[in-house]
């Protein structure tokens, strides 16, 4: 994805800014804005948007790492909508404000009137349930030269992580999205069930179901090219599961860091009702004497420092406490 957004970028500073902006075959459509328009449109309207689903990714603002997975996954969907759709006035607003820059609909015959054409068809049926006037995308533009680049990417991809630099990566214990679906409760079980030996056959079943994955969430885009309303309705309900996951963690965490402090407390009184129970539970006069002979013994600090401080400053009473189990089980 970022490879394409460099190259789209270059070739059309170049043809902007390559003479002047003034002549009108400097804003002649190609074949490079055609091929990388759809492959584009195709990779951050499939998979890459639907991984705000695959990996659960919340929109905290005040969690940076949820807000950069959101932002990642979603943002070149939004980018690429805007192209498409001209966020519902036609992508001819913005070939209007940005003449030349990024040039989605059009034919190969690079005349600046057809384009004007072009972009005015498909302005016109911008709001129809089904819009394929000026901007037509074929299977083969949507998927075929996609996955052709897809397995450009796959291969050097596989070998540095699996082969030139499989060593480091576990040298350092570094994470990587294979170890992490390998540990992942959903798809890991998937991926553990094939066997590790040869060490390159787990790997290459990863690469082959993620290629797998994109090719079948890039399927949508036959549907999500031609229609506005389809296309809005998907970015905006994965926007709002970001929202609901977020209200969900939030609740879960700050549910859960209650109930920790809840139980703490509960814990801590139960343990001072037990050793005020001590006293009354015939102790030996061992362990009263033990109890007169330290009486700067906290028990408090006893509980809430797990009993390092205590049992340097009161050794004996420590190990009279330490001998009746039911409450050292419940400091420890």
Known sequence: MTALAAVWTAVSLGRVYGSGGSDEDTYAYSWVDRAVARAGFMYASGVLAWSVAIF???????????????????????????????????????????????????????????????YAAADAC?????????????????????????????????CALFVCGASCIERNEKETLFSFLVAD???GPVLRAVPDQPKL????????????????????SLVTWYSFWAHALLLAGLGLMTLRQAATWQFHYFALRYAEGLLKKKRKQRCLRLVASLRWVAPVQQEKQNMEACPRFDFALYVESGGAEQKQTCPEVHRCIEHRSPLFALIS
């Open 126 to 158: 911008a709001l129809q349930l089904w819009c394929s006037d000026g901007c037509g995308a074929s299977v083969a533009e949507l998927l075929g030269w996609p996955m052709l680049l897809y397995c450009v990417w796959a291969v050097p991809y596989f």
């Open 185 to 187: 409760r959903g798809l």
């Open 56 to 118: 659960s990714n919340r929109c905290i603002f005040h969690h940076v790492d949820h807000m950069t997975s959101s932002f990642v996954h979603l943002a070149p969907a939004l980018f690429f909508h805007t192209l498409r759709w001209g966020s519902g006035l036609g992508p001819g607003v913005v070939h209007e404000a940005w003449p030349g820059l990024f040039l989605v609909c059009g034919s190969d015959d690079g005349a600046s009137s057809v384009l004007d054409a072009a």
């Open 201 to 220: 056959l787990r790997p290459i079943v990863y690469l082959v179901g993620h290629a797998l994955m994109v090719l079948a969430l890039g399927a949508l």
